[in-house]
């Protein structure tokens, strides 16, 4: 977990307001990746991004926005949080022949 | 067709018995199928994975089965310990698609009583 750091690790917030969740690595790796896990759902892939200049969506990017903002930063946006967006938020990142990824701790957010 | 379904939810054995957590998917592009273990309290981490070109693949305790012709793969955890408890995630993704995105499934709680 010590190559992907991600902050904060726990946030309470008010629905309509605007956070950001950052992440960062030290693996040297270009994919990086931003989930959402809610029990029985398993994880689900909201954006990832291949490079500073490449940004794609996911499944549930829908609410949702990210930066790159450098290599080893990718941050999420939530830019009016709801209270169906409550959930644990998961950075990874992605390298070797089969793009194995590598999760952050998470953070757990909730919104009130 | 990009689905993953995981089971069982949820699986309680009994410390030195056999865990077994199965999952089937659609999509015949698969060709990389990760599985994934997760403590409370922290991401995910990769366990163990197998390419369709192989019947199995294991590493100490963990065993992967794989049947292509019935596209299901399933996790065999021999000897369980009350340290293997966790919640155990299976994962799919076309490695030459190139975007490395993983689908996951929905995940099972194991538990192994001591």
């Known amino acids: 977990d010590a190559d992907v750091t991600q902050t904060p690790r726990n946030r309470i917030t008010k629905t309509g307001k605007r956070i950001m969740l950052e992440c960062s690595q030290t693996?040297?790796?270009?994919?990086m990746y931003w989930y959402r896990q809610d029990p029985g759902l398993g994880l689900r892939l909201i954006y990832y991004?291949?490079?500073?200049?490449?940004?794609n969506k996911g499944e549930i990017s829908d609410g949702y926005s990210v930066s790159r903002q450098a290599q080893a930063k990718f941050s999420l946006s939530l830019e009016s949080a709801i209270p169906n967006q409550t959930a644990l938020y998961f950075c990874?990142?992605?390298?070797?022949?089969?793009?194995?990824?590598?999760f952050g701790p998470g953070t757990r957010l909730t919104v009130t | 067709q990009q689905q993953v379904k995981q089971s069982p939810q949820s699986l309680i054995v009994q410390k030195g018995g056999i865990s077994i957590i199965n999952c089937a998917y659609e999509?015949?592009?698969?060709?990389?199928f990760p599985w994934y273990q997760q403590f409370p309290g922290k991401g995910p981490a990769l366990l163990i994975a197998?390419?369709?070109?192989?019947s199995e693949k294991k590493e100490g305790r963990f065993t992967i089965s794989f049947n292509k012709s019935a596209k299901q793969f399933s996790l065999h955890i021999m000897d369980s310990q009350p340290g293997d408890s966790a919640t155990y995630f299976c994962?799919?993704?076309?490695?030459?698609?190139?975007?490395?995105?993983?689908?996951f499934g929905q995940g099972t709680t194991l538990q192994v009583k001591p």
């Open positions: 990874a990142t992605g390298g070797g022949a089969f793009h194995e990824q590598y």
């Open positions: 999509n015949t592009a698969f060709d990389y």
């Open positions: 994962a799919a993704s076309v490695v030459s698609g190139n975007t490395g995105k993983l689908i």
């Open positions: 693996k040297g790796h270009d994919r």
């Open positions: 197998i390419r369709p070109d192989v």
């Open positions: 991004s291949f490079d500073v200049k490449d940004i």
